[in-house]
């Protein structure tokens, strides 16, 4: 192996860990002319965007069933509609079921949805339009942060300061009340967020859930309101808007893959990372697992901080202030997964066929939640937990065999640490959870299981290498955020080592797979390389 | 009787009690500079340290000898008791950058008035110029819950505990709830002759210290009139001309200055027609949730500790029931769900150990702040929220209290003579504080700053020419801190001789 480093020659840049944002990071760089290497431990590249053959002829999206959404820029700037990116309409983003038929469905037109609404709540009906319209603007104002590197506090460059202005100027040309919701918003609890403008119980718990996704938070967890605005900004920086990527994550990942290899990235799969090499404050390359040491003038980390500089890193190369903090960088997953190969179609209560073409959730009102996430609190998965599906196999029958389905669930809460007992003896106990709680909506669903996975956060760690199996590679909190994320002083995607960069989740905008961290970090590197 | 929270009352005969606030910590050294308020009769006597029992028998025990906490912490953890060097070091730290806040008058971020700006910048100019190791830690000071905050310092349970208590005083909030670090800070802030963090007890009651303040302020030439309850705030075409009193007495006056709560002030006292919807929305959308009670005790004799048994200095300090990390949320989580917490977070002083004056020879006050007591009850049946349920629950909330309190202080039963029970409700009704929250309103993030207590309004003016508030429901909030009124006063003032 070793002989490979060395007629591989030297690298520009090796990227660990081909996540979306890896995967995207990568791409840039080779395509701004740099020598790219990218390594992935696991057998495909992907990270969490993959799917998996459940049961022969069952293919269901492994972990995360609906990217970030890709941003545009990065669709635009590594022209993925040339490499196998398609299109799905998304205009219907989401329904609610309540269980005894009443169902709720939240469209990419609020005034579609408003009419919807108006069945239950009048009140809400009217409420619904004008609650968007500031989500929505808010959520423009924060994509503009997302889309540029945090400042810098001790040395703001002239880029820093253009970008504050710009910022400052976009908050001021914010109507005056949606420059106070913001301001309000964010530290809020989601709970008290969405009581403001909405009164029907089921429909704040399906908006709220947005503010606790993924996250050690419950509705009524101040700061959750923020969750929810990132959501926004998300979507406001989604391309083209209104409509998801066809296939689903897997299918994002393929064409970031071909487009990879089209701008010459090298890509090596199943093989891991075993160090990141140091000499003198600077990183000058990796060793492999099976021993080999490759060279690169830069280290790109796709993998969350803390295994970037707890596992990969030796700690004497590394200040002890910035080791304790990034110890203390909070990533405690909740979120388990739980994939259902199944031999008909379950009859969901009120949902029609357009409903189970989307995302569907199941969460009846706020208090459910909240005490879906106590459990989590005192080392316990939630015995109803609150769970969002997805059934591709209703938009596309060839992810299983004729007249038979698949279904892939998130469920909330599952702490990453039990207090009793631990998640390989749990594992089934969580998994009938949430089958139990699939089933009060769906009452013959259980008959209909030919195959179950459940993966707990402990699997999410061990598969995917989310250190605490925390899908957002740490807590979206104000602390942990723009500037701050991972460490306030790195959020500009450096690290205390020369040669050594961030481009996952664990750095700015970090809201999952939009791809938008790996090209903000990409930019930054290709101009500091050349 | 003046003094609002802050009064001395004889409840039960020859036993006098602070009856709602207790202490006093936060009162501004400035304002007792400048009101002289030593002179006008007010003596703070130091409350040293802070007893907390644990189930297993054992105790931890902090007192204000730094060398002493440290050693009896080292008792639980030899890394804690390191650890509370450096985190004592940080919260001084932390205070320094945030006290000049305290007396600031918030900026309007939305304004375009340059000067509001510049405010904004200065404050972010003082961040920067901190260390780097400080800069984070203001930051999480600000959004992290008191525990993960803790978490950062120390492993032993009960420290986390204990401390993190500080975090959810007069809050709706957990001590794993993100934000409650933020109050952390404002009772470490505590301040008597200029002593970091120590708190004390004011002699005669708390009462004693609104009476100082009175003093002097009738050597001003203040006109004070007490049992002279305000019935409506006059106003004159958007101006405020004066009062008028529940008797029917009208009072002109060319300023009127609210120091209670924007519930009471703008929805109580006026017609909210005479007030911009937008406004009048805030007002109505600013969060209370009052979530603690209080129960004074008149005591035969002292409580005796199976931790520490007899009396000792160990009772002349706090008393806090704060066992566990957990006990904490727990006591949280029944009140999220609209019930008083089964077993509830207490903190207790003893008022008469330090000064006898305020009860009869041998016998004892104590004074228990107990958390959590939603206003909101609510019908276990329906669901829907009734804070009158309070009055048949209020027995069994002492009861409850007492139970926790007999969990290690066993005699507590056979030595009550009195006990005297206030629920959020009672708050209310008692001391017209809404909802019965003791700070006027939630410390929360977005109820803080140019937030308090409505945004865009947070600079002691209101939408009425000539109406102003300071009370706490404006920057910077609750405790016996005065902070508020005097910021108001210092800006009205400016105004008004403009």
């Known amino acids: 192996m070793a002989a490979v480093s060395t007629t591989t020659g030297r690298y520009d840049a090796i990227v660990i860990g081909g996540g979306i944002n890896g995967l995207t990071c990568a791409a840039h760089l080779a395509k701004s002319g740099l020598r790219t290497l990218l390594l992935e431990q696991r057998a495909q590249v992907g990270g969490c965007a993959t799917e998996s053959e459940l049961a022969p002829g069952f293919i269901v999206p492994t972990l995360s069933h609906a990217t970030g959404p890709l941003r545009s820029d990065v669709v635009e700037e590594l022209q993925l509609y040339l490499h196998g990116l398609t299109f799905t309409d998304a205009s219907l983003q989401l329904s609610a079921l309540a269980g005894d038929g009443r169902t709720i469905t939240l469209w990419d037109d609020a005034r579609r949805t408003a009419q919807g609404l108006s069945a239950w709540s009048q009140k809400d009906a009217q409420a619904w339009p004008a609650f968007q319209a500031s989500l929505q603007k808010i959520g423009a104002l924060i994509a503009g942060v997302f889309i540029?590197?945090?400042?810098?506090?001790?040395?703001?460059?002239?880029?820093?300061?253009?970008?504050?202005?710009?910022?400052?100027?976009?908050?001021?040309?914010?109507?005056?009340?949606?420059?106070?919701?913001?301001?309000?918003?964010?530290?809020?609890?989601?709970?008290?967020?969405?009581?403001?403008?909405?009164?029907?119980?089921?429909?704040?718990?399906?908006?709220?859930?947005?503010?606790?996704?993924?996250?050690?938070?419950?509705?009524?967890?101040?700061?959750?309101?923020?969750?929810?605005?990132?959501?926004?900004?998300?979507?406001?920086?989604?391309?083209?808007?209104?409509?998801?990527?066809?296939?689903?994550?897997?299918?994002?990942?393929?064409?970031?893959?071909?487009?990879?290899?089209?701008?010459?990235?090298?890509?090596?799969?199943?093989?891991?990372?075993?160090?990141?090499?140091?000499?003198?404050?600077?990183?000058?390359?990796?060793?492999?697992?099976?021993?080999?040491?490759?060279?690169?003038?830069?280290?790109?980390?796709?993998?969350?901080?803390?295994?970037?500089?707890?596992?990969?890193c030796d700690a004497e190369h590394l200040p002890p202030e910035f080791l304790w903090r990034i110890r203390n960088y909070r990533m405690r997953g909740t979120l388990a997964k739980v994939n259902l190969a199944l031999s008909a179609l379950p009859q969901f209560a009120g949902a029609t066929r357009d409903m189970l073409a989307g995302r569907i959730r199941?969460?009846?009102?706020?208090?459910?939640?909240?005490?879906?996430?106590?459990?989590?609190?005192?080392?316990?998965?939630?015995?109803?937990?609150?769970?969002?599906?997805t059934m591709p196999s209703v938009t596309d029958p060839s992810c299983a065999p004729q007249g038979a389905h698949v279904l892939s669930a998130y469920a909330q809460f599952a702490p990453y640490t039990l207090r009793d007992g631990d998640w390989d003896a749990s594992r089934d106990a969580l998994g009938d959870a949430v089958v139990n709680t699939l089933a009060r909506y769906a009452p013959g669903i259980t008959s209909l299981i030919v195959a179950r996975e459940t993966l707990t956060p402990l699997d999410l760690e061990r598969g995917w290498g989310l250190t605490g199996g925390h899908i957002f590679h740490g807590e979206l909190a104000l602390d942990q955020f723009f500037a701050m994320r991972p460490l306030l002083g790195y959020g500009n995607y450096t690290t205390p080592l020369r040669g050594l960069f961030l481009c996952g989740n664990g750095s700015h905008p970090g809201t999952g797979m939009t791809g938008g961290s790996g090209i903000n970090a990409a930019r930054d590197i290709a101009r500091a390389l050349s | 009787m003046l003094g609002g929270a802050a009064v001395t009352e004889e409840v039960f005969p020859g036993f006098k009690f602070s009856v709602a606030s207790y202490v006093v910590s936060l009162l501004r050294p400035e304002i007792i500079r400048d009101l002289?308020?030593?002179?006008?009769?007010?003596?703070?006597?130091?409350?040293?340290?802070?007893?907390?029992?644990?189930?297993?028998?054992?105790?931890?025990?902090?007192?204000?000898?730094?060398?002493?906490?440290?050693?009896?912490?080292?008792?639980?953890?030899?890394?804690?008791?390191?650890?509370?060097?450096?985190?004592?070091?940080?919260?001084?730290?932390?205070?320094?950058?945030?006290?000049?806040?305290?007396?600031?008058?918030?900026?309007?971020?939305?304004?375009?008035?340059?000067?509001?700006?510049?405010?904004?910048?200065?404050?972010?100019?003082?961040?920067?110029d901190m260390r780097f190791h400080d800069r984070l830690n203001q930051v999480q000071l600000l959004t992290m819950s008191a525990v993960d905050f803790l978490d950062q310092w120390f492993e032993t349970d009960v420290l986390k505990a204990t401390m993190s208590a500080s975090g959810i005083i007069g809050t709706f909030l957990g001590v794993r709830s993100p934000g409650t670090a933020y109050v952390l800070l404002h009772h470490y802030m505590g301040e008597i002759d200029g002593a970091f963090r120590s708190w004390g007890l004011s002699r005669g009651g708390t009462g004693a210290v609104s009476n100082a303040i009175a003093s002097a302020a009738r050597e001003y030439g203040a006109?004070?009139?007490?049992?002279?309850?305000?019935?409506?705030?006059?106003?004159?075409?958007?101006?405020?001309?004066?009062?008028?009193?529940?008797?029917?007495?009208?009072?002109?006056?060319?300023?009127?200055?609210?120091?209670?709560?924007?519930?009471?002030?703008?929805?109580?006292?006026?017609?909210?027609?005479?007030?911009?919807?937008?406004?009048?929305?805030?007002?109505?959308?600013?969060?209370?949730?009052?979530?603690?009670?209080?129960?004074?005790?008149?005591?035969?004799?002292?409580?005796?500790?199976?931790?520490?048994?007899?009396?000792?200095?160990?009772?002349?300090?706090?008393?806090?029931?704060?066992?566990?990390?957990?006990?904490?949320?727990?006591?949280?989580?029944?009140?999220k769900y609209g019930e008083f917490s089964r077993r509830p977070y207490i903190d207790m002083v003893i008022p008469s150990l330090t000064d006898p004056s305020v009860a009869p020879p041998g016998k004892h006050v104590m004074s228990c702040f107990v958390q959590y007591a939603p206003y909101d009850l609510r019908d276990p049946a329906t669901g829907s929220r009734e804070p009158l349920r309070w009055d048949d629950q209020r027995e069994a909330f002492g009861d409850a209290v007492i139970n926790a309190?007999?969990?290690?202080?066993?005699?507590?039963?056979?030595?009550?003579?009195?006990?005297?029970?206030?629920?959020?409700?009672?708050?209310?009704?008692?001391?017209?504080?809404?909802?019965?929250?003791?700070?006027?309103?939630?410390?929360?993030?977005?109820?803080?700053?140019?937030?308090?207590?409505?945004?865009?309004?947070?600079?002691?003016?209101?939408?009425?020419?000539?109406?102003?508030?300071?009370?706490?429901?404006?920057?910077?909030?609750?405790?016996?801190?005065?902070?508020?009124?005097?910021?108001?006063?210092?800006?009205?003032l400016k105004l008004v001789s403009r």
């Open chain 1, 148 to 312: 540029n590197t945090p400042p810098s506090i001790d040395q703001p460059s002239s880029r820093d300061a253009f970008a504050l202005l710009q910022t400052l100027g976009a908050f001021r040309s914010l109507p005056k009340a949606d420059q106070w919701r913001l301001l309000r918003w964010g530290p809020m609890a989601v709970a008290d967020l969405v009581s403001e403008s909405v009164e029907d119980e089921l429909l704040r718990a399906t908006v709220a859930a947005d503010g606790v996704f993924g996250a050690m938070l419950g509705p009524w967890s101040a700061g959750s309101g923020l969750q929810l605005l990132l959501t926004a900004a998300n979507r406001a920086l989604a391309w083209p808007a209104g409509r998801v990527v066809a296939g689903g994550p897997a299918a994002a990942a393929r064409a970031l893959q071909r487009a990879c290899e089209r701008y010459g990235v090298e890509i090596r799969t199943g093989t891991t990372v075993h160090r990141i090499d140091i000499k003198d404050d600077r990183a000058i390359g990796v060793t492999l697992a099976e021993g080999a040491a490759i060279e690169a003038r830069s280290v790109v980390s796709g993998v969350d901080p803390k295994r970037t500089f707890l596992t990969l």
């Open chain 1, 362 to 389: 199941l969460a009846p009102d706020i208090d459910y939640i909240e005490r879906a996430f106590d459990h989590a609190k005192y080392g316990r998965f939630s015995p109803q937990p609150w769970i969002e599906f």
């Open chain 2, 36 to 128: 002289d308020l030593p002179r006008h009769g007010m003596e703070l006597l130091p409350l040293d340290g802070t007893m907390t029992p644990m189930p297993n028998g054992d105790y931890l025990w902090r007192v204000n000898d730094h060398y002493k906490t440290r050693r009896e912490i080292a008792r639980h953890s030899r890394l804690d008791a390191e650890a509370y060097d450096e985190y004592g070091k940080a919260m001084v730290e932390m205070g320094r950058f945030a006290k000049p806040i305290l007396g600031m008058l918030p900026p309007d971020p939305t304004s375009l008035d340059p000067r509001g700006l510049l405010e904004m910048l200065s404050i972010g100019k003082r961040f920067r």
């Open chain 2, 223 to 335: 006109e004070i009139r007490t049992e002279a309850p305000v019935a409506r705030i006059l106003t004159k075409n958007g101006r405020a001309t004066g009062v008028v009193l529940e008797n029917g007495d009208e009072l002109a006056a060319s300023l009127v200055v609210s120091s209670v709560d924007p519930n009471l002030t703008f929805l109580k006292f006026m017609d909210e027609r005479e007030l911009p919807a937008e406004f009048v929305e805030g007002v109505k959308r600013y969060k209370y949730r009052g979530s603690s009670g209080k129960v004074n005790l008149a005591l035969d004799a002292l409580p005796n500790f199976t931790c520490l048994p007899g009396p000792g200095p160990h009772l002349r300090g706090a008393i806090s029931i704060s066992p566990s990390v957990d006990y904490m949320e727990q006591a949280y989580d029944d009140a």
């Open chain 2, 405 to 492: 309190i007999a969990d290690y202080a066993p005699n507590i039963k056979d030595i009550i003579l009195h006990r005297q029970v206030l629920t959020p409700l009672d708050i209310e009704r008692t001391f017209g504080l809404t909802e019965g929250n003791i700070f006027q309103g939630e410390l929360t993030l977005e109820q803080l700053f140019f937030l308090r207590p409505v945004p865009g309004w947070a600079r002691y003016a209101t939408p009425i020419d000539r109406l102003y508030m300071c009370g706490s429901a404006t920057h910077p909030g609750g405790g016996i801190m005065g902070a508020p009124g005097k910021n108001a006063a210092d800006r009205i």
